[in-house]
């Protein structure tokens, strides 16, 4: 009887150091788990972050572009006028050196407003990378 009470005894001993080791890896895979998730939701938080950034910048730039679309605007409606102002006085040199000069400002002005617009579509793109990333982090 005693040979069977130590090994009744020693299944015990062996099923409580079994479940001992299996609670301490359960816990030690769900600490790990619950770091990976931690550190994904910093990464996301990043990604956001980044996202907005973008947004703003892409935000700023095309206000800038608009700027520069409106001040060629009223740049064309000033040399239609001084244009058509010199026409009257009738100084063909001094009109011709006024179209000179405007032409010059005109390919300034759209070589600017091209450079402009393509970087906000380059912030665009950005923008939504950034996002397709934020919503697969999720």
Partial sequence: MTGLSFFVALVGVLAALGFFLSARGAKAAL???VAEEERLRAEAEAGRKAAAEARSEAKERKEEA????????RSRRKAFEQQEAS???GGAPALREEVDKLAARLAEARAEAEHQAG????LEKEIEKAA????RAK
């Fill in 87 to 89: 026409k009257r006085i």
């Fill in 119 to 122: 970087r906000a579509k380059a």
């Fill in 132 to 135: 397709a990333q934020a919503e």
């Fill in 66 to 73: 608009a700027q520069l679309r409106a001040d060629l605007e």
């Fill in 31 to 33: 600490a790990a788990r």
